[in-house]
């Protein structure tokens, strides 16, 4: 099954590191029966999108946390895609959460997604208010929806270390 990782820079950088990621809690998303039950339309790949997209609105939440840490963390959504066989559908969490149980090595990672160099402010303010939006705020989902906006970019796994030199994301 093709799982959706949320995390941050941060997190990156530990997976070249260790050569593997492990998921916060063990949460992950991927397109379940549950999220397909949930539309009424839509092909494979259009929910796996819906799948990351719930990964990149996670990956704000870790963001927040790093956020409130360190205000000079790099404010960009980051996703693993990653292949695994053992997962635990969880629809009482949420249509497309699993919970995988332990690390996932590198040999078993598809891709990473990652946000681009002008989403940064736009993310940064989803980060602060993405509690608010879940409330309810309205200015606060309109913050959610700018950084929404933006698509992450596709990487390859060889490209990981140059993306992360390059963009200068220290």
């Known amino acids: 099954m093709r799982i959706y990782v949320p995390t941050t820079v941060a997190g990156l950088r530990k ?3 260790d050569e593997q990621v492990q ?7 991927a397109l379940t029966p549950a999220l397909r039950e949930a539309y009424t339309v839509g092909d494979d790949e259009e929910l796996e999108y819906v799948a990351m997209t719930e990964a990149a609105r996670a990956s704000l939440r870790l963001l927040a946390t790093e956020l409130a ?25 949420d249509a497309a959460v ?4 332990g ?10 997604h990652l946000d681009l160099a002008e989403a ?5 303010t989803a980060a602060g208010v993405i509690d608010a939006a879940d409330l309810g705020d309205e200015d606060a989902e309109l913050a959610l929806g700018d950084a929404e906006d933006h698509d992450l970019a596709w990487y390859g796994l060889q490209e990981l270390p140059f993306v992360l030199e390059l963009e200068d994301l220290d």
Do not use: Y
């Open 15 to 17: 997976l070249l590191a």
């Open 23 to 29: 998921p916060l809690s063990g949460t992950a998303f």
């Open 69 to 93: 840490e360190d205000s000079d963390a790099p404010a960009r959504r980051a996703v693993v895609a990653a292949d695994v066989d053992d997962v635990t559908l969880r629809p009482d969490l």
């Open 98 to 101: 699993v919970r995988v149980a």
């Open 103 to 112: 690390p996932i090595p590198m040999r078993r990672l598809a891709s990473v």
């Open 120 to 124: 940064a402010e736009d993310v940064c």
